[in-house]
């Protein structure tokens, strides 16, 4: 696993693109879901982890409303972008810019019009793009929590989460949920979060698979995928045309035991597969809570099959897997492993994977046969330990 990048290394950087020290150094994680897919925008429960993977940012504050980029892992590492906060608009820019240049401009937005001044940041990030792990929600969270210290604007986590989505939603022109930025926002180290969508209600669950002798597996496709082209966004508006047609705000209001009754009321099959998924899914976001409450080896073990199922709803219903991901979850489970589920918004990306820890390395060793067989460019895979959420170093 690629360590965090350290926090000398970052402020020496600063120093050395804009000729003066930082104000602080933050931090903010990706993450990993464990179930709980494409229910966030439905107001529905989902269950991420923060991931050691970071985005780690180094800012100062401006006076001259300019706000000044740069990244090491952009594909020109010594381009400095500069922006001019009065010229921030939703469609004003695109690439990595876009995400920090979208939450000033949603802070602005919302009433906090001091970040107009500007500012210098510098980031660097271990979090994998393309990968499912919500790269885009570290860099708009690190940026937000940045931001929020540097101006003094006093903001909690969930409001700097929200932020983070509207710039993602309205700037970057994503219709994500607000699942990632709470994630990255609001983790807790060894715990999964149990996150009401509705009311950003949190509620940490203690998550040790290696105290249970098991391990939880990250396997990285290296499929990159998008998710600006359109298919998330129809899956989006297919789900809120579904709740129209039932009568509800958000399929979130549709009881898991009345799901027969409301399918039958639909005429359309797609919004049906929709439905199912979202309903079903709530479900089993409810059903791993319960397992993991019960904090016992055979209870842990129970939650593979359930990210199975999850697997298939979105394989099927929601139709967003893809070729890599079906192997993975069909060749891990074929090895031995309890359950596995892709993970994130789909069409590539990563899957998780929960498994015995002394079967680990077997389960990850056939599916890299499995890729190569299959003429698949070989998988990255690591284990997912639950850590801290956004954060300053320094």
């Given at each position: 696993m690629t360590p965090a990048p350290a926090v000398d290394t970052l402020t020496h950087a600063f120093e050395r693109l804009y000729g003066r020290a930082p104000a602080g150094v933050w931090a903010a994680p990706g993450r990993v879901n464990l179930i709980g897919e494409y229910t966030d925008f439905n107001e529905g429960f989902v269950m991420p982890l923060a991931l050691p993977h970071t985005v780690v940012l180094a800012a100062a504050p401006r006076t001259d409303g300019v706000l000044r980029l740069h990244s090491a892992n952009a594909p020109d590492p010594a381009a400095v972008v500069d922006l001019r906060t009065a010229d921030l608009a939703?469609?004003?820019?695109?690439?990595?810019t876009a995400y920090p240049a979208g939450v000033l401009w949603a802070l602005a937005d919302a009433g906090h019009p001091a970040v107009l001044?500007?500012?210098?940041?510098?980031?660097?990030?271990?979090?994998?793009?393309?990968?499912?792990?919500?790269?885009?929600?570290?860099?708009?969270?690190?940026?937000?929590?940045?931001?929020?210290?540097?101006?003094?604007?006093?903001?909690?986590?969930?409001?700097?989460?929200?932020?983070?989505?509207?710039?993602?939603?309205?700037?970057?022109?994503?219709?994500?949920?607000?699942?990632?930025?709470?994630?990255?926002?609001?983790?807790?180290?060894?715990?999964?979060?149990?996150?009401?969508?509705?009311?950003?209600?949190?509620?940490?669950i203690p998550f040790d698979p290696a105290a249970h002798g098991l391990r939880l597996l990250v396997v990285d496709t290296g499929v990159q995928h998008a998710l600006g082209d359109g298919a998330y966004a129809e899956r989006r508006a297919g789900c809120e045309r579904g709740a129209r047609e039932l009568g509800v705000p958000h399929l979130r209001?549709?009881?898991?035991?009345?799901?027969?009754?409301?399918?039958?009321?639909?005429?359309?099959?797609?919004?049906?597969?929709?439905?199912?998924?979202?309903?079903?899914?709530?479900?089993?976001?409810?059903?791993?809570?319960?397992?993991?409450?019960?904090?016992?080896?055979?209870?842990?073990?129970?939650?593979?099959?359930?990210?199975?199922?999850?697997?298939?709803?979105?394989?099927?219903?929601?139709?967003?897997?893809?070729?890599?991901l079906d192997l993975v979850v069909s060749t891990a489970n074929a090895a031995g492993a309890l359950g596995a589920r892709m993970t994130g918004g789909g069409f590539g990306g990563s899957a998780v994977v929960l498994t015995d820890a002394a079967e680990a390395p077997r389960v990850a060793e056939a599916v890299r046969t499995a890729f190569a067989r299959a003429g698949f460019a070989p998988p990255t895979t690591f284990d997912a330990t639950p850590s801290e959420g956004a954060r300053r170093l320094a």
């Open positions: 939703p469609g004003a820019g695109a690439g990595w001044a500007g500012a210098d940041l510098h980031l660097e990030s271990t979090v994998p793009t393309g990968a499912g792990l919500s790269s885009s929600a570290a860099l708009e969270v690190a940026t937000a929590v940045a931001l929020d210290e540097v101006y003094g604007l006093g903001l909690d986590r969930p409001a700097l989460a929200r932020l983070a989505q509207r710039a993602e939603n309205a700037y970057v022109g994503v219709p994500c949920g607000i699942m990632d930025q709470m994630a990255s926002a609001c983790g807790a180290a060894g715990h999964v979060l149990h996150l009401d969508c509705r009311d950003l209600g949190v509620r940490p209001d549709v009881p898991h035991e009345a799901l027969p009754d409301a399918l039958a009321r639909l005429g359309d099959e797609r919004l049906r597969r929709y439905v199912r998924h979202v309903v079903e899914e709530d479900h089993r976001v409810g059903r791993v809570a319960d397992l993991l409450a019960e904090s016992t080896p055979e209870a842990l073990r129970a939650v593979g099959p359930v990210l199975t199922a999850g697997h298939r709803s979105l394989r099927d219903d929601l139709r967003v897997s893809c070729p890599e």
